[in-house]
């Protein structure tokens, strides 16, 4: 999923209200019908509209609209989008400093990885040159 904090909002929302509205938990439960499709529809939607935002209800509103439609219209499955998180600024430095951490150990562990392939392949190398010496003895 590529977005996945977004898919997460939507269905999050789309849950609470199939369990506080009957009727549209019919229309929720149509196996036909996932969230990551209502997501594109929803982003195809925005495009169609050509809009560069949108308020929650709105975004709640075309999410509901996708599930209770039977058609609810094109869907555009090519488009890239970007959900906009706003972090508070203490979080934000914590949250890039643990970030560069965990990059840094994944870098650590991709060299240590790649060491220790080429460390066997010389080790092998050497078993084999030393297989195809003559000897004298």
Not at 58 to 76: M, Q, R, S, T
Request: aromatic share 8%; proline share 4%; glycine share 2%.
């Amino acid at each position: 999923m590529k977005n996945k904090p977004f898919a997460e909002a939507i269905k999050s929302y789309l849950d609470r209200r199939a369990s506080e509205d009957k009727m549209f938990a019919e229309s929720y439960a149509n196996p036909k019908k996932n969230i990551i499709e209502c997501c594109d529809f929803i982003v195809s939607e925005v495009k169609r509209q050509n809009r560069t935002a949108m308020t929650d209800d709105e975004v709640y509103g075309l999410a509901v609209h996708y599930y209770d439609e039977a058609d609810p219209g094109k869907i555009d499955k090519g488009i890239a989008s970007r959900a906009a998180i706003v972090i508070p600024g203490d979080d934000k430095e914590r949250l890039r400093a643990e970030a560069i951490e965990e990059y840094k150990r994944q870098c650590i562990e991709e060299i240590k990885n790649k060491e220790s392939k080429l460390s066997a392949i010389s080790a092998n190398k050497r078993k084999e040159d030393k297989a195809e010496l003559p000897t004298l003895f």
